[in-house]
């Protein structure tokens, strides 16, 4: 009785390649767990290259593990040419996919550590690194993709070429967030506010506490998280205060108009006095500004030599402090919104004859 075969070769071969593909897999299988034990684990790192060994054992995955076992039966047993050919595409495909994986978590690896040595020194370096990681990942597989589907017999040229019609109409509906994305690496190339200045948007201010990808996080003064994304950012008018060395302050006066010239001559040599007995503040001017509506305006501007805050309204505080004494001690009064309203007795019409 003539046995059974399949493509020319006997049934019992089959069995027999199918049994050793399992066996080999097992095999591969439980070396890779005991090689990932503890004991081994902490011999490996006392050797020079045990960290490296470590890393490739750890993340070895089940599906390289059974593409080379099936390499294996495919060179001990007679397959036939197609099949062969197939066994072959596969375990390359698989050999590469684990290779653009480690080379995938070796990025990561490396740029997290990278990123902790530059926390400190430069704080945009975090998103930088960030963006960077994503790039090359992205660039990483796809080129590991387009190998593979190479190897299997697909046309990657006629690939790419549809693609990037699909391209076109992705890109368009994720145009915002491929804005945001384009606009972090803007704002990490170009540095307009890193992690931790106090920067001002529209009405808004805080503190920057994150850069990402697509928004940026800043903690407001009264406590809440402001999120902005970044092409809002970029088109915003943003003032950073982080290079502040000093503040200005225009301080406006109003006086009664019934003040005699004297005393009103006398007003910007007081409010100079005033401004420059005030410790950290430097005087640029005071001048009789304008003629307002019920008042009689003066301006003075100086500078606060500190970028704190709380110092500069300390500053105010005190010029103004200084100011209402000196007024009261001169018999200056200040101005109030005040109208004055004027009546006339109206005339009755004389009668004509």
Partial sequence: MRALD?????????LLALALWAGLTVLLVTLRRALTSQSITTLLEASRFGAGVRFVVQ???FYTLVALALYFVAQ?????????????????????????????????IYLERYRRQRLSEDASAVTAIQALGLLVRAALWTLALLVALENLGVNVSALIASVGLASIAIGLAVQNILGDLFAALS????????VGDFIMVDNFMGTVERIGL???????????????????????????????????????VGVVYQTPLERLQRIPLILREVIERTPGVRFE????????PSALIFEAVYWVQTPDFVAYM????????????????????????????????ATAPRSVK
């Fill in 6 to 14: 399949i493509a020319g070769i006997p049934l019992v071969e089959w």
């Fill in 187 to 194: 704002i990490v190339v170009d540095k307009p506010f890193v």
């Fill in 214 to 252: 697509k928004s940026t996080r800043v903690r407001s003064l009264t406590g809440e998280q402001l999120v902005f994304s970044n092409s809002d950012l970029l088109r915003s008018r943003l003032r950073n205060f982080k290079d502040l060395q000093e503040r200005r302050a225009v301080l406006n």
């Fill in 59 to 61: 993340r070895l995955r």
């Fill in 285 to 292: 001017r005071a001048h009789f500004k304008e003629f307002g």
């Fill in 76 to 108: 001990v047993f007679a397959l036939p040419a197609n099949v062969r050919l197939w066994v072959e595409r596969l375990v390359f495909v698989a050999v590469l996919l684990q290779a653009a994986e480690w080379a995938s978590v070796g990025v990561g």
């Fill in 314 to 345: 300390d500053a105010q505080q005190a010029v103004n402090l200084a100011l209402l004494e000196r007024f009261n001690a001169e018999g200056i009064a200040f101005a109030y919104p005040t109208q004055t309203l004027f009546v006339y007795e």
